[in-house]
């Protein structure tokens, strides 16, 4: 089994929809979680952190669900421009971080 | 420069020879990560350095190494190449720790014949 795991898609959703991706991850002792966006042919770069308490940035809200660990992204009134694909990533200790293969997002006008 | 760079861009190589992949930052982390990434298999983590002088290995270590011999390069050196070395290369930097976030170059795309 791999330590972080995420439905690797693709979704295709219509312009202004809502959509959430899950990521679960085996190891409890995991620190810190967070959301990278690929581009096709590009670097990842980063989203943002996932925190205990949750987040929100604009029409993204991120959660950490430690009891049953899984981190999840949710994605309100989708843009076209928010096509891409969304990495998962769980810091298990200082010197490591796993990454999930990503989740591809195809927003159709 | 701003950020992180790497070269080459891409890469035909031969099976059997040495090729150095190259990485340089410019923010004065003190963390620096060498990862693959595989189609279906995400970024794995190759090699990682914690500060100027220390490296370490990560999920996939075997047929690679580093060095970090100053704060701003980290060269991954595959000293022999084989076709399952065919991937795309990231290095990324962190301000700390890799609990804090990675900033990643562009990439090396490698494809060993």
């Known amino acids: 089994r791999k330590e972080v795991e995420q439905d690797p898609g693709p979704f295709n959703v219509p312009e202004g929809a809502t959509v959430a991706f899950n990521c679960t991850y085996s190891n409890s002792a995991s620190q810190s979680f967070f959301w990278y966006r690929q581009d096709c042919r590009k670097e990842p770069k980063l989203l943002m952190s996932?925190?205990?308490s949750g987040n929100e940035d604009g029409r993204f809200t991120a959660q950490l669900n430690r009891a049953s660990q899984y981190i999840s992204l949710l994605i309100r009134d989708s843009k076209l421009s928010d096509s891409a694909t969304y990495l998962c990533?769980?810091?298990?200790?200082?010197?490591?971080?796993?990454f999930g293969a990503g989740t591809r997002l195809t927003v159709k006008p | 420069i701003a950020g992180i760079t790497q070269a080459p861009t891409s890469q035909i190589l031969a099976a059997g020879r040495r090729m150095t992949l190259r990485c340089t930052q410019d923010m004065r982390h003190n963390a620096m990560y060498w990862y693959r990434q595989d189609l279906g298999l995400g970024l794995r983590l190759i090699h990682y350095?914690?500060?100027?002088?220390?490296?370490g290995k990560g999920e996939v270590p075997d047929g690679y190494s580093v060095s970090r011999a100053n704060t701003d390069d980290f060269p991954l050196t595959l000293a022999s190449a084989v076709p399952s070395q065919t991937s795309v290369y990231f290095c990324a930097s962190s301000d700390r720790s890799s609990t804090d976030t990675q900033y990643f170059g562009p990439g090396t795309r490698l494809t060993v014949l």
């Open positions: 350095s914690n500060t100027a002088g220390t490296t």
């Open positions: 990533a769980v810091n298990p200790n200082n010197n490591d971080m796993r």
């Open positions: 996932v925190y205990s």
